[in-house]
């Protein structure tokens, strides 16, 4: 056989495998998941929620949440997640069927916020997270919770502006030097608000079947 | 231009030696403008994109930097710094490269160079584009794959102009042995196309769940990197050692087994960047089996580029090609190496959502491809400009910018990687609870490490002006006259090997 044909044959064919064997293949399988119904509780899980939760999904995605935090929950076979009390169980690929796949999240450098908005019943760990004020203030400059953090300060999705009239319900309880001036009040933007409806519908606790992957049991934590 | 004189065979070497010259000259000139146009253009970025990364280095431990801004908040300053990387600097200096050599190698002239230029023209409209959109906060999220799905449209869209001339190139060649420097071109111009195309079109799609995005994202982020810019520099590597040595490959066959093995085990990895994660065990299984594989191809090139140097080593200390060469294919061994041991589960896990995967990316980018590059571009550049480089020194200060900024940047990387991975992880057993090991411990770690990190990124990027300075005086033919020895680092003593 002639160079060239047989060149580009080989190049073509060892992509070609490995494209099919390996992203066919997976697509296959995690390609065309759907939503676990379970009908004696009459539960869907997930919800397609939309709306500002989507929004919020954008603003998250967009200002690189995701180069910090992951929202991988893994078993106590691959990390001590559990133990950490980032989730009741691991997560699984339909945990993540509305979601994007970048919301995986690249690196730990802040904690794992798969389940932020886990009822603290379920997962009693960090309940601190499910305050939405909590949360506003912690975006607006997380030094504020905490001197040493890292984490940028996300100002730029609030508005300081002059109180008129009343305080507005929304604006932010800041005290000592992070308070603004007298008479001024900083409230959150839209996509502020939406980043946090997002994160509060982060909850991957719902049990499983075996079929998608989830145990028999309700978590394998040790 | 390969018709010998018949009438005086006592001539036929030297006329043979004028006419490969006349050759050589032809295909140079051909090339001029656009492959300068190239290399200017990735030059350009390489310095965006190195600010951009001493930027997010310093936001890292120094949260408080231009916090105001919203255009460079950490987050959107990563993808942007990393897709400027990949795009701007190491596929428009890479393709540049290629071009070249392939000219060479097939001997035929690089044809239609307007056309070229107006795929570089649209590479730039394209970059430009995903980047401001990055910036101001519609990035996608995916690894080297953040810009909306157009801005990638744009790249293919003239790549299709580029790509094809270096496919052109190869079916025009002049009959004869097709050297294995070819074969690498060839694989990376066809497999680019696929991977971007492929990648863009699955992550863009709403109808693919996430888990399945993310397992094409790993993917095509280990492929980009290990398939694409990989198969670039050992192309260089494999025409740049045994032209400046004077002497072939150590081993032909070695190296042509070396390829194909390359060709099939590259594109199973990806996906051991996911281990524990949300996606079958068998995806995970198979990206630490391809790893391991590729162990194999990757002592083939080792062992030739190490043999045909046997006996030459001393050539690290005179010619700045085989230094900045010889120190990138080090680098592809050592990083291959380290990228098969983190594909286990028991390492992985400790360094899968840390910052030593992003400095191993980046070590590949940089300490490979780029180091091996930048050797490409100081033996192509004088052969273009009709000048040779002007001095010595500036190439030393680039070399040791390069070489000891981004090797403290590194090192400090991979440790930080492993003590937030370390601590993370942290076993109940050896007497710490987890709670005890907060997050906090592991940031103050983090953020000790990085600040030498930064220092070491700082020192590259001074590394990088130097070599951009004298470009320019290149550009402006502000060099030693040409005929004369090329530029050195010490003269070759005569009567030395």
């Given amino acids: 056989m002639k160079p060239t044909p047989l060149l580009f044959a080989g190049i073509f064919a060892s992509f070609a495998a490995a494209w099919l064997g390996l992203i066919v293949a997976s697509d296959k399988q995690i390609g065309s998941l759907e939503a676990q119904v379970d009908a004696e509780n009459e539960t869907v899980y997930p919800l397609n929620v939309g709306g500002i939760v989507e929004r919020g999904r954008r603003v998250y995605i967009g200002n690189g949440c995701n180069q910090c935090h992951t929202q991988f929950v893994r078993d106590a076979d691959h990390g001590k997640d559990l133990a950490r009390q980032w989730g009741t169980r691991r997560t699984v690929a339909i945990d993540y069927l509305y979601a994007s796949g970048a ?4 690196n730990r450098i802040g904690p794992d916020l798969a389940n932020v908005g886990t009822d603290p019943e379920v997962n009693p760990g ?19 919770h905490n001197p040493a953090s890292i984490m940028p300060s996300y100002a730029f999705l609030f508005e300081k502006r002059k109180i008129q009239g009343q305080r507005s319900d929304s604006a932010l309880p800041l005290e000592g030097r992070y308070s603004p001036a007298f008479g001024e009040e900083v409230v959150p933007t839209e996509d502020a608000k939406a980043l946090v409806a997002y994160l509060l519908s982060l909850d991957r606790s719902h049990p499983v079947s075996e079929s998608n992957g989830g145990q028999a049991a309700a978590s394998k934590a040790k | ?119 570089l023209g649209l590479w730039n409209v394209g970059l430009i584009a995903g980047t401001l959109e990055v910036l101001s ?7 080297y794959l953040d810009y909306p799905g157009y801005a990638y449209a744009l790249l293919l869209i003239s790549y299709a102009l580029i790509g094809s001339w270096g496919i052109v190139l190869f079916l025009k060649r002049r009959p004869g042995h097709v050297y294995i420097s070819t074969w690498y071109f060839v694989g990376s111009l066809l497999w680019f196309p696929w991977l971007l195309a492929s990648a863009n079109l699955l992550v863009s799609s709403q109808a693919i769940p996430g888990a399945m995005q993310a397992v094409v994202g790993a993917w095509f982020a280990q492929n980009i990197i290990m398939l694409w810019l990989s198969a670039i520099a050992l192309g260089a590597i494999y025409y740049l050692i045994p032209k400046v040595l004077g002497r072939p490959i150590h081993s032909y066959y070695l190296a042509s087994f070396g390829f194909w093995t390359f060709a099939i085990f590259s594109v199973w990895n ?4 996911l281990t524990g994660g949300p996606v079958p065990a068998w995806m995970v299984t198979t990206g630490v089996v391809a790893a391991i594989l590729l162990l194999i191809p990757v002592a083939t090139v080792t062992a030739n580029y190490w043999l045909t140097m046997q006996g030459r080593f001393n050539l690290v200390y005179h010619s700045p090609t085989i230094r900045f060469v010889f120190f990138g294919a080090i680098a592809y061994t050592v990083a291959n190496v380290v990228s098969a041991i983190t594909s286990f589960r028991s390492v992985g896990t400790l360094t899968q959502h840390s910052v030593f995967s992003m400095g191993l990316d980046q070590m590949f980018v940089f300490a490979f491809f ?15 400009v009709g000048c040779e480089w002007l001095s010595a020194s500036f190439i030393k200060l680039h070399f040791w910018g390069s070489a000891y900024g981004f090797g403290m940047a590194i090192i400090m990387t991979l440790l930080a990687g492993l ?11 050896e007497g710490l609870t987890t709670a005890a090991v907060d997050f906090m411990a592991t940031q103050q770690y983090l953020t000790h490490f990085i600040r030498g990190r930064t220092i070491g990124l700082i020192l590259l990027c001074v590394g990088q002006l130097f070599f951009a300075l004298h470009f320019l005086f290149m ?23």
């Fill in chain 2, 370 to 384: 780029s180091m091996v590059i930048f050797g490409a571009m100081y033996y192509i550049v004088p052969r273009l």
């Fill in chain 2, 1 to 119: 231009m390969s018709v010998l004189s018949k009438d005086q065979p006592n001539k036929r070497s030297a006329s043979a030696d004028d006419l490969d010259q006349v050759e050589r000259a032809l295909i140079d000139a051909s090339a001029r403008t656009p492959i300068l146009c190239f290399f200017t253009t990735a030059l350009v970025w390489l310095m965006v994109q190195t600010t951009l990364w001493v930027i997010a280095s310093l936001k890292l431990h120094w949260p408080e930097f231009l916090e105001s801004c919203s255009w460079l908040t950490y987050g959107r300053v990563v993808p942007a710094q990393n897709n400027l990387m990949i795009y701007g600097w190491a596929s428009l200096a890479g393709i540049g490269v290629t071009l070249w050599i392939l000219a060479r190698l097939c001997r035929v002239a690089l044809p239609r160079p307007g056309l070229l230029l107006g795929g």
């Fill in chain 2, 419 to 429: 003590s937030q991975g370390g601590l993370e992880n942290a076993n109940p057993a």
């Fill in chain 1, 103 to 106: 919301e995986l999240g690249l």
């Fill in chain 2, 137 to 143: 906060g519609n990035g996608r999220g995916f690894e």
């Fill in chain 2, 270 to 273: 990806g996906v051991q960047r």
């Fill in chain 1, 126 to 144: 960090r309940a601190y997270l499910r305050d939405p004020k909590w949360l506003l203030v912690h975006l607006y400059n997380p030094r504020i």
């Fill in chain 2, 475 to 497: 550009l402006l033919r502000l060099g030693r006259p040409s005929g004369s020895q090329p530029t050195l680092f010490e003269p070759i003593q005569e009567g030395a090997k």
